[in-house]
């Protein structure tokens, strides 16, 4: 059975830095993609990051330079490292898998595509 747990949510001062996880089970990486998405209170979910199989990752432009996305292979595990964290950030973090690549995943922020996880909540607030 495919399930995607985030972990690693929680608040944060400006200017810090998160770790979010996401432990996919139930299916190996293997010609997959996977992305982070989010949703601020009262705005539609957006995408954030994307890493194929391959490695190759993209970033949305307001994360750009700040977040890392990484595979661990081992753990079939996604990782979001988030650094100068505004409250722009805030908002509920969910990681999505789909046999698609980086750039159609983003378009598409939607649970109808693909398998979502439930999501972790980030707050960036001093």
Do not use: H
């Not at 693909?114 to 999501?119: A, C, D, F, K, R």
Request: charged fraction near 20%; proline fraction near 6%; glycine fraction near 12%.
């Amino acid at each position: 059975q495919l399930q995607l747990v985030e972990s690693g949510g929680g608040l944060v001062q400006p200017g810090g830095s998160l770790g979010l996880s996401c432990k996919i089970s139930g299916l190996t990486l293997d010609f997959y993609s996977v992305a982070w998405f989010r949703q601020a209170p009262g705005k539609e979910r957006e995408g954030v990051s994307c890493i194929t199989s391959s490695g190759t990752t993209k970033y949305e432009d307001p994360v750009r330079g700040r977040f890392t996305i990484a595979t661990d292979d081992a753990k079939n595990t996604v990782s979001l490292e988030m650094k100068m964290l505004t409250p722009e950030d805030t908002g509920v973090y969910y990681c999505a898998v789909a046999e698609a690549p980086c750039r159609r995943l983003l378009l598409y922020p939607t649970p109808d595509f693909g398998s979502w996880g439930q999501g972790t909540q980030v707050t960036v607030s001093s």
